[in-house]
């Protein structure tokens, strides 16, 4: 076993070759979250359990789950002279669990350097190394017994990748894996791997005569694609997703489960599985951005018009029907029943951001911010220790957080994007520096390429006041653009398949060095342009109120029935607070509120509407299984 695993670091030290980046193409630069340290209560709190508990667990499970297991299995086989006889089981994307939890590492190295993570990830990586095959396949679902490999694979390669392989898919993974520890390290060891997978693919699928004309059966490879050609400059992985976005709808698979019941430049409804969904049009964003197809972005656009007026859930949750893990119909929103994968949360972040980017829109980030503080959150405990799958709007008590699954997406996915969220802060473009969420952090960037240093110190979300200041400027003149939420502007979403259904009016003020200053708002940005000194300050001040919203009259589930939101908060009402069973609750449209803080679920704001208790919808089944609902009936 020694001997197979130096020579495969052997081969991969042969194989390796420098790295020449590229731009994005957005019009629109994030600032890398290793840029932004958070100094925040709440987030740092979640930072912190990834760190100490989410990744650590995620190892421990793959280690317990056989997911490194197959890898060595898939080693011993390559190399034995007869069929060794292992038994291929679980699921046929289990090694992304191992890639995806290297890639959440490779974030927290990058901001807490840890010698042993780094150590224990170089270790799993000699593993993964040995199970490549010589022509840089590497798919253990296959590799452990090419006779009878796993049942969803087919006997050969590629022949199921777009049905349910995921052949392609573990690529994305590894592909995104890969890149966050390269760029955490420098190390090449993990991006070597991934990029022999990758030319594999290239060499086999794609537009010339006789190679195979495929797509993803689940997408990811193609966002996956495009970052390595923006971290490695070579244009023909630009090509390859390019070709699977362009093929998508054109080869033998045409259902909307994945999204290819016509060509991308022909949609324009979100339908089928919702993570592939989310993952295939954040794949065309990014190659859009690169390569400028202007027909991409118009279908997105159109697509993501859907989601927002007639698909999403108030805690902007998408996925309504556990039958495909699916998109509904146009407003087929159901609560007890709703499937709101957690991967499809932080697909839909994904998204956002994305278009975002690209259009440099505030109401992108209102959904996204709806999205992180309600979708995602949902779906992982407080301490960072047990996760959802689904996660519905409405319980009758059968729902519990889970440690793991057979089927792992969702934690693995969860220890990748946690430790991200400081990059979704801010950004730049030209001589505008954009603040999008309201988090205590230092964060140092440049504007016009030059330095400046940013501090924000935030009641966010519990109360709406927030302190910007300018550390260091070296950049004279430029623009602070503040996005004023959706919220606070009497808009639940940007569209109308929610809206608020009481009197109250909310506003909000902006100081510059203690005095008041007003603006006119630029796609709900708050924009100051001046020539910023070290000392300078901003002061934002939200009103933060208790809200009553109802749905869109076509959402039946909803229908006499109402919400209750506070900041960018949904609240439920959960059985340990309430004397009456959740499901014989209701409350007045006009509703009266109290406020308290309270100490539990770790320093909650509690809501008092009619004598009904409410929490954040992220906070509930955390003391034990019982009843939950985020919409209640109005009293007759």
């Known amino acids: 076993m020694k001997k197979l695993l130096f020579c495969a670091l052997v081969s991969l030290a042969l194989t390796a070759v420098s790295c020449k980046s590229v731009s994005h193409g957005y019009p629109i630069d994030p600032v890398p979250f290793t840029a932004v340290e958070v100094t925040d209560d709440f987030w740092g709190g979640r930072l912190q359990a990834s760190r100490e508990v989410t990744i650590p667990l995620a190892f421990s499970k793959c280690e317990e789950s056989g997911r490194y297991l197959n890898f060595e299995r898939a080693a011993q086989q390559m190399h034995a002279d007869h069929n060794l006889g292992f038994k291929v089981t679980g699921c046929s994307f289990d090694d992304t669990d191992v890639y995806k939890t290297i890639e959440g ?128 400059g070579k244009r023909k992985y630009l090509d390859q997703a390019k070709f699977f976005v362009d093929m998508r709808g054109r080869t033998s698979r045409v259902d909307a489960y994945s999204q290819a019941h016509k060509p991308l430049v022909e949609q324009d409804e979100a339908v089928g599985h919702a993570v592939r969904a989310g993952y295939f049009y954040s794949g065309v964003a990014d190659v859009a951005a690169l390569t400028g197809e202007q027909s991409y972005i118009d279908a997105i656009d159109r697509i993501w018009d859907n989601i927002v007026s007639k698909k999403m859930y108030i805690t902007g949750g998408v996925g309504s029907t556990s039958s495909g893990e699916a998109f509904g119909r146009n407003y087929e929103l159901p609560n007890a029943t709703a499937y709101c994968e957690t991967c499809a949360a932080i697909a839909n972040v994904y998204v956002n951001y994305r278009m975002f980017l690209l259009h440099g829109d505030s109401k992108y980030y209102d959904v996204l911010e709806r999205t992180l503080y309600n979708g995602v959150l949902s779906g992982v405990s407080l301490d960072g220790g047990t996760f959802f799958y689904p996660n519905p709007l409405a319980s009758d008590g059968r729902h519990a957080r889970q440690s793991w699954f057979g089927c792992a997406c969702c934690p693995s996915n969860i220890c990748r994007f946690i430790p991200s969220v400081p990059g979704y802060i801010y950004a730049v473009k030209d001589d505008a520096l954009y603040v999008n969420l309201y988090i205590s952090d230092r964060m140092e960037t440049r504007v016009k390429n030059r330095p400046v240093t940013v501090s924000q110190v935030s009641a966010y979300p519990w109360e709406g006041y927030t302190a910007i200041c300018i550390d260091e400027n070296k950049a004279g003149s430029f623009t602070l653009k503040l996005r004023i939420p959706g919220w606070v502007r009497g808009q639940v979403v940007p569209s109308d398949l929610y809206s608020y259904a009481d009197d109250v009016q909310t506003g909000y003020t902006v100081k510059v060095n203690g005095e008041a200053v007003s603006a006119e708002l630029d796609h709900g940005y708050f924009c100051i342009t001046r020539d910023w000194r070290p000392g300078d300050s901003v002061e934002l001040d939200f009103d933060m109120e208790p809200r009553v919203v109802r749905a869109h009259e076509a959402v039946e589930a909803d229908r006499g029935r109402i919400a209750i939101e506070r900041g960018p908060i949904v609240y439920c009402a959960e059985w340990p607070d309430n004397d009456q069973p959740v499901h014989e609750l209701s409350l007045s449209a006009a509703p009266h509120f109290e406020l308290t803080r309270s100490e539990d679920l770790h320093g909650i704001e509690r809501i008092q509407a009619d004598g009904v208790s409410m929490i954040p919808y992220y906070a509930w089944a955390h003391r034990g299984r019982g009843e939950m609902a985020v919409w209640i009936p109005v009293a007759e």
């Open 105 to 232: 590492a490779s974030y927290l190295l990058q901001t807490y350097p840890d010698p042993a993570l780094e150590a224990y990830i170089d270790s799993v990586l000699v593993i993964v190394a040995a199970a490549q095959e010589p022509d840089g396949y590497l798919y253990t679902a296959r590799t452990q017994n090419p006779e009878h490999p796993h049942e969803w694979a087919g006997p050969e390669r590629w022949v199921k990748v777009e049905e349910l392989s995921h052949e392609f898919y573990n690529l994305g993974h590894m592909l995104e894996g890969a890149i966050a520890h390269y760029q955490a390290t420098g190390k090449r060891t993990f991006l070597d791997i991934a990029m022999r997978y990758a030319d594999c693919i290239c060499e086999a699928v794609g537009p010339k005569e006789g190679q195979l004309k495929l797509v993803p059966g689940h997408a990811i490879a193609e966002m996956a694609l495009a970052k390595l050609y923006t971290v490695t």
